[in-house]
C-alpha cells in the first residue's frame, strides 16, 4: 500500500506518528493495521476517556462481558479484562513496526487507574500488574505526572518496565519527570536489567494549554492579550523540548547511555484543535522535530492526510522566542503556576469522570447479561 505523502514527510522529519485512539473494532477490522501501511502509524495510545467510548458504543464487547459475567467478574476485573485484551491484539498488529525500530515504536500505551494518581504506591502495583497481564514487550504503561505519580516512574522503570508519562502541562513538572526517568533508570541498572529494553515517552499536552490561558487573556481584553492568543501552546511545548535537548546531552545521561539508556521522548498530546478558529493541523504541523511523537486523535490524522504541512523550523532554536511569549503574557497579568494546576486537576477528574462512567456503564451489561 502507499503511504500518505504528508504523513509520510512528517515522519521523514523525526516524528513517529501515534494513533490517539483504540477499540475492538479498529483492531478487528484490520483498520489499525491499514493506518500502519497508509497513514505512517507506529504507535497507540489509549486513556479512560477512549476506553469508555469503544465500550459504551456498539456490541463489540458484548459477547465478552456475557461470559465474564457467567463466570462472575465484578465490574473492576471486567474492565481489567476488555481493556488489556484490546491492548495486547494492538501490540501484536504493531509487533512488526517495534522489530523493525528496534523497540523505539511499535508501542501501545495503557494507563493505570485514573483514581489512583494521588498513590504512589498503588500506581506502582498496578502498573507492574498490566505489564504481566498484558505480557508484550512494546506496552508502555502510561502513569500520571502528579507530584505522587513522579516517584511511581521511577519505581516502574526500576522494574524494568516501559513508561509513558502522562498530564504533563508544565516545563517545570517535565524537569521532574525527566529527574524520575533518570533515576529509574540508574536503579534499573543497578538491579541489572538490559537498559535497551527501557523506553518512555513524556506525554506533553498542547491544547488544553491554549484553551485555559486564551480564556484569561480574552477576559483581560486588551489589544495585547488578543494579540497573544493562541500562542501560548506552542511556545510551552517548545520550551519542553529545548528543555529536553539540555536534559538528554548532559553527563547523567551520557553515564546511562553507556549501559545501554535510551533517551525519553517528548510526545506531544491533546494535539486536536479546540478552537475553530485555528488551523485544525496547528499542533502538528508546527511541531516538527526529530525524535518527537505526536498522538493524534483519528479527525486531526485525517486533517493533516489532507492539507498538513511540514514545518521543520518550528521547534528548534526557538527557546528563546517562545520564552519571551511566556513572558508578555505573564506580564499581562495571567498567573501560570496557576494555568498549570488548574490543567492538571481537570485533566485528572476528566479520566477520572470518563472511568467511572465506565464503570457504571460496564455494571449495567453485566447485570443484563445476568438476568
Known amino acids: 500500500m502507499t503511504q500518505n505523502e504528508k504523513l509520510a514527510e512528517l515522519s521523514a522529519a523525526g516524528v513517529s506518528v501515534w494513533l490517539d485512539d483504540l477499540s475492538r473494532d479498529l483492531i478487528s477490522s484490520g483498520d489499525l493495521a491499514a493506518l500502519i501501511d497508509t497513514k505512517s502509524v507506529t504507535g497507540v495510545t489509549t486513556n479512560p476517556s477512549i476506553f469508555q467510548a469503544a465500550l459504551s458504543k456498539g456490541t463489540s464487547y458484548d459477547a465478552q462481558v456475557s461470559e465474564l459475567a457467567a463466570r462472575g467478574a465484578d465490574v473492576d476485573a471486567t474492565i481489567r479484562t476488555v481493556t488489556t485484551d484490546d491492548v495486547r491484539n494492538a501490540c501484536d498488529v504493531l509487533a512488526g513496526v517495534y522489530e523493525a525500530t528496534d523497540g523505539v515504536d511499535g508501542r501501545v500505551s495503557i494507563e493505570v487507574d485514573p483514581r489512583l494518581a494521588h498513590d504512589t504506591d498503588?500506581?506502582?502495583?498496578?502498573?507492574?500488574?498490566?505489564?504481566?497481564?498484558v505480557d508484550r514487550p512494546n506496552l508502555l504503561i502510561k502513569i500520571p505526572a502528579t507530584v505522587a505519580g513522579l516517584p511511581a516512574i521511577s519505581k516502574v522503570i526500576a522494574e524494568g518496565i516501559s513508561v509513558n508519562v502522562t498530564l504533563i502541562f508544565s516545563v517545570e513538572r517535565y524537569l521532574g519527570v525527566m529527574d524520575a526517568y533518570l533515576a529509574g533508570l540508574e536503579a534499573a541498572a543497578t538491579a541489572g536489567h538490559d537498559l535497551s529494553k527501557i523506553h518512555s515517552v513524556a506525554s506533553f499536552f498542547?491544547?488544553?494549554?491554549?484553551?485555559?490561558?486564551?480564556?484569561?487573556?480574552?477576559?483581560?481584553?486588551?489589544?495585547?492579550?488578543?494579540?497573544?492568543?493562541?500562542?501560548?501552546?506552542?511556545?510551552?511545548?517548545?520550551?519542553?523540548?529545548?528543555?529536553?535537548e539540555d536534559v538528554f546531552s548532559g553527563d547523567r545521561f551520557d553515564a546511562l547511555v553507556a549501559k545501554g539508556g535510551r533517551s525519553q521522548r517528548p510526545l506531544w498530546a491533546s494535539t486536536g484543535v479546540k478552537n475553530p478558529d485555528y488551523p485544525d493541523t496547528l499542533y502538528v504541523s508546527e511541531l516538527v522535530a526529530p525524535n518527537t511523537v505526536n498522538t493524534m486523535p483519528g479527525k486531526t490524522m485525517d486533517a493533516f492526510a489532507d492539507h498538513g504541512w511540514v514545518n521543520t523550523s518550528s521547534i528548534i532554536g526557538l527557546g528563546g522566542a517562545s520564552q519571551e511569549v511566556f513572558d508578555k503574557i505573564a506580564a499581562l497579568g495571567v498567573d501560570f503556576t496557576d494555568v498549570f494546576e488548574v490543567l492538571e486537576s481537570e485533566g485528572v477528574?476528566?479520566?477520572?469522570?470518563?472511568?467511572?462512567?465506565?464503570?457504571?456503564?460496564?455494571?449495567?451489561?453485566?447485570?443484563?447479561?445476568?438476568?
Open 122 to 133: 498503588a500506581t506502582v502495583a498496578q502498573a507492574i500488574e498490566l505489564w504481566k497481564i
Open 206 to 244: 498542547v491544547s488544553r494549554v491554549d484553551t485555559e490561558v486564551d480564556k484569561r487573556l480574552a477576559a483581560i481584553g486588551s489589544p495585547e492579550a488578543t494579540e497573544l492568543q493562541g500562542k501560548a501552546a506552542l511556545a510551552n511545548a517548545r520550551l519542553a523540548y529545548a528543555a529536553y
Open 349 to 371: 477528574s476528566k479520566f477520572e469522570d470518563a472511568w467511572n462512567e465506565l464503570l457504571t456503564a460496564t455494571a449495567e451489561q453485566l447485570t443484563a447479561a445476568k438476568g
